[in-house]
């Protein structure tokens, strides 16, 4: 069994490498090799490396810089897995990619369902909206996990910003009127893992009976300045010394920013739980673990 991994050095890549390397014999190349940015290339590619599974969390993942870079980020997020997903199709080769809460507008306060109207307010919920939208088109065989808020102790994300922040400044100022599930790399890889027979034909059954979009994140919600104060707890209940006396909970106004965010990004897990009888941690402890690990490298 071949799969191929890309954005391996990502977040949801990075944690999904061992886990996968345990059961399969996995080619993950980097940007460099298997460029997102160059659709055109990718059916060669393919070609050459013949996976029997394709595994695609390698996205343009900078929600503020793509209203800037619009083109570029369709051609990673839409043109590429629609390129993947027309070369997997007739050769029926599952397809696993990511799709996120930013495909929504945000109303309401009812948690969205895989099957909710979208309407994204950014041009990356847009650029992730059409890859999701090309996959089902090419009529590959696929899982999309749409997820949320994703971190991890290393990468880029909302935890590391905490942390450095919370270590210069006295004062933090948060908004608090976006409702999610911050959710842990490790959550989302050890689900993937789960979901997949990876002998036999039953992988092909697997897709074939419950492909589609699944939502994917911890249990539980809360708001960035919630996420950003349990943070803040957690490392000062391991003995870590922040300078931080004072997080201020903001309106979303009141945090200036290019992309648009959704207020409501919650999403509905009752399908994960039916389908694949998976029942993700809960943000805090998920969280928990996280700090543990992150704790550990410094
Ligand atoms: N991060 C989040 O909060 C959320 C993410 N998602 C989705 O989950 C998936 C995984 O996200 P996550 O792991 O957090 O993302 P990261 O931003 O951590 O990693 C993205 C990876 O994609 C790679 N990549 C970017 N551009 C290209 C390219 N042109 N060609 C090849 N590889 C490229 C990056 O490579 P390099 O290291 O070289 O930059 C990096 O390894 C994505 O589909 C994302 O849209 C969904 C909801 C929330
Ligand atoms: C650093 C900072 C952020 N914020 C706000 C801005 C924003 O509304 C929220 C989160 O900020 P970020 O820019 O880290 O988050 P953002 O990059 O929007 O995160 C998103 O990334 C993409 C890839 C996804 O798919 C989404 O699920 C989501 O995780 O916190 C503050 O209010 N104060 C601060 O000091
Ligand atoms: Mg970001």
């Keep these: 069994m071949r799969v191929l991994l890309t954005g391996s050095a990502g977040q949801v890549g990075r944690a999904l490498l061992p886990l996968l390397r345990e059961r399969a014999d996995v080619i993950s190349p980097l940007r460099d090799q298997f460029d997102l940015s160059r659709p055109d290339e990718l059916a060669g590619k393919l ?12 996205a343009y993942t900078a929600v503020d810089r793509a209203e800037d870079e ?57 650029s992730k909206l059409a890859g999701d ?16 808020w994703v971190y991890a102790a290393s990468g880029a994300n909302f935890l590391k910003t905490i942390v450095r922040l919370a270590g210069e400044r006295e004062q933090l100022r948060i908004v ?35 492909g589609g979009v699944v939502n994917l994140v911890c249990a539980g919600e809360t708001s960035w300045h919630g996420f950003a104060t349990a943070i803040v707890v957690g490392l000062q209940s391991r003995g870590v010394k922040l300078a931080v006396k004072e997080i201020v909970p903001i ?48």
Excluded: C
């Excluded at 939208?133 to 949320?148: F, N, P, W």
């Design 176 to 210: 608090a009127d976006q409702i999610g599930a911050p959710t842990t790399a490790s959550t989302i890889s050890q689900a993937i893992v789960a979901m997949l027979p990876l002998g036999g034909d039953g992988l092909r059954k697997t897709f074939e009976q419950r």
């Design 70 to 126: 619009r083109e570029l980020a369709f051609r990673i997020n839409a043109e590429a897995p629609r390129a993947i997903a027309q070369w997997a199709a007739p050769r029926g080769v599952p397809l696993i990619h990511f799709s996120t809460d930013y495909v929504f507008d945000g109303s309401g306060d009812r948690p969205w369902r895989e099957d909710s109207t979208p309407g994204p307010l950014s041009v990356y919920g847009q």
């Design 251 to 298: 309106r979303s106004d009141e945090f200036p920013v290019k992309a648009k965010r959704p207020s409501n990004s919650r999403l509905d897990l009752t399908l994960l739980r039916e389908r694949f009888g998976i029942a993700p941690p809960d943000w805090q402890q998920a969280l928990d673990r996280e700090l543990d690990i992150f704790q550990a490298t410094i």
């Design 133 to 148: 939208l090309a996959i089902a088109e090419a009529g590959a065989l696929h899982v999309i996990a749409r997820t949320s």
């Design 47 to 58: 070609e050459s490396i013949k996976p029997d599974l394709i595994v695609n969390p390698a």
